[in-house]
Structure formats: C-alpha cells, structure tokens
C-alpha cells in the first residue's frame, strides 16, 4: 500500500490498492473442480465434442448413403441403432450429426455473444442518447417472436450455415445485450473506471481493459445458456424444413425425416432426440453450476 504526501504533521493518507485480477483461467478451472454441476455438465459437452470429432473412426459407414434393400431394419449387430427410410445407418448420421450442432451452434453463439458484449458494454459505457436508442431499437427487436424472426430471415437469404449463423445473431444480441449491459451498468461507477476516463483513455480502451475484465463471469455464463437456445432453435429450424438440407446428418432434420415411421423404426427418431437432449442438459448444468459458483444472478443483471 502507498501513501500520499501530505502537508507537514498531518497523518498520511492511504491510497487504495487497484483491484486485484487473478487470472480467469485459473479461477475458472477452480470453478470447475468445486462445482459438480458445472463439472458434469462441461463433462458431457466435452463428450459430444469428441465424438462428433472422431465419428469417422467411431463407425464404418457413411452418413448419407444407404442401401434400400437394408431400409427400416431395427437395432441389430450390423446397425446398432437400425437405419431410416433410406437404408442409411442411424448411429452414423447421430454421430456425425453432432458435427453440424455443434458447429453451426457454436458459431452462432460466439458471434451472437461477441456482438452482445460490445454493444452491451458500449451502451453502458458512454449511456445518454446511445443507450436510449440502441435500448429501444433491442426492444422492438425482442418483441417479434424468435422462430418468426429466424423463418423470415432464412426465407429471404437461403438456409446455407452462414446464413443461419447470422440469423441467430440477429435473433439473440438483443437478449445478451440486456444482460451484459445490466452487468456492466454495475462497473462503469467504479473508481478505476473513472480514473482511466480522468487521464483520457479512449472508449474502446476504457471497455477492453476495465470493464470486461471484470465482467467475464456474466459473459461466460451467458454464453453457455445462450449455447442451450442456439442449439434447440437450430434444431427447430431443421425440424421445420429451413435448416440444413437432406441429406446432410442433422438432429432436427432426422427426427423430421423419421417421424412418420416411428411406429416401425422408433430409434431412427428417439436417437437424435436423446443426442439433442443430453447436449442441452450439459449446456444447461454447465450454465447453472457457473452461475451458482460465480454469484451470477442472471435474471438481475438482465433487468
């Protein structure tokens, strides 16, 4: 602690230590070991990742091609999980199905987080005008129904991954700027803030260096509740006719294919649904077991 030079006879006075930032990846990887939800829920993305990643070892057929003499058979030894209409292998198109969630979510989420935390901090930040208009144009944007929004956009521009990735986006800033933004309304007063606007720092400079270091937490939780949305929403939209095209192997698309056959094949519909469940839960523990540990109250921060 340092002091302050002060006139002769006075007692020094003491000049507060500036905050002190362990590193995040430490304390996240404490975080992980203390909390049982978050460890399994992290646990289980962890499994979906690496299998998505080595699904062409972990099978030894193709996941879109089939052989219509094999179509509709149940679980046996040659196809553990049976195949579809098309006589192609159930478990291969699960397994390879989780590449497309996970890649097409993930992407969807980093931009959509990404955007969200720059506009929300910006927003806290600098408030007057720019928050009263970026805060009613989020608004308007809020108030029309998500799956709507997602349709119109995906109906104009095509249902191409670049495409649906920028619809989430656009579907979901609205919601991580209101929550980032809550988060960062609660920094921007703190006295190393208003130190760094005293000796004239830039706004962007300002947002890197003291505001988002100390709001990580609130990002990393949204992010992994975000994720669980992107994840069901994409699969909707596959499920409805507007997501990945036939016969790429996608959950939502699967269970929209099987689903008039489920009565004869019932894996070829219960697999990707019991594939899309168990990556949300993850998600979702993984989420809550971060914000219990972290102390993130997200319903107050998005207020």
């Not at 590193?23 to 299998?51: D, E, K």
């Not at 469940?277 to 972290?294: E, M």
Request: overall charge positive.
């Amino acid at each position: 602690m340092s002091f302050v030079r002060t006139p002769e006879g006075a007692a020094p006075a003491a000049v507060p230590p500036a905050p002190v930032r362990s590193g995040f990846a430490a304390r996240a990887w404490r975080t992980v070991r203390s909390s049982r939800p978050a460890a399994i829920g992290l646990a289980i993305v962890a499994v979906h990742a690496v299998v998505a990643l080595l699904a062409p070892l972990l099978t030894p057929y193709h996941p879109t091609v089939g052989d219509a003499s094999h179509a509709l058979l149940g679980p046996g030894a040659d196809h553990w999980a049976g195949t579809d209409a098309y006589g192609r292998d159930v478990l291969a198109r699960v397994l390879f199905g989780g590449r497309y969630a996970l890649g097409v979510s993930v992407a969807g989420t980093v931009l959509t987080v990404a955007l969200g935390t720059v506009l929300g901090c910006a927003a806290a930040l600098r408030g007057g005008w720019l928050d009263d208009v970026l805060m009613r144009v989020l608004d308007a944007v809020l108030s029309i129904p998500s799956i709507l929004a997602l349709l119109v956009i995906v109906t104009a521009l095509g249902t191409g991954p670049a495409v649906i990735v920028l619809a989430v986006a656009v579907v979901y800033v609205p919601q991580v700027v209101r929550v980032v933004r809550g988060a960062a309304l609660a920094v921007v007063p703190a006295d190393y803030v208003t130190a760094a606007r005293a000796r004239g720092e830039r706004t962007w400079s300002i947002l890197r260096r003291e505001v988002l270091p100390n709001i990580t937490d609130v990002v990393c939780v949204e992010f992994a509740m975000r994720a669980s949305w992107v994840v069901l929403l994409i699969s909707s939209l596959s499920f409805l006719g507007f997501g990945a095209d036939p016969p790429t192997p996608d959950w939502g698309l699967m269970v929209s294919e099987n689903r008039t056959a489920i009565t004869v094949v019932p894996m070829a519909s219960l697999a990707p649904i019991l594939a899309l469940a168990t990556l949300v839960v993850g998600l979702n523990l993984a989420a809550d077991g971060l914000s219990k540990a972290w102390g993130v109250d997200r319903i107050r921060e998005g207020s």
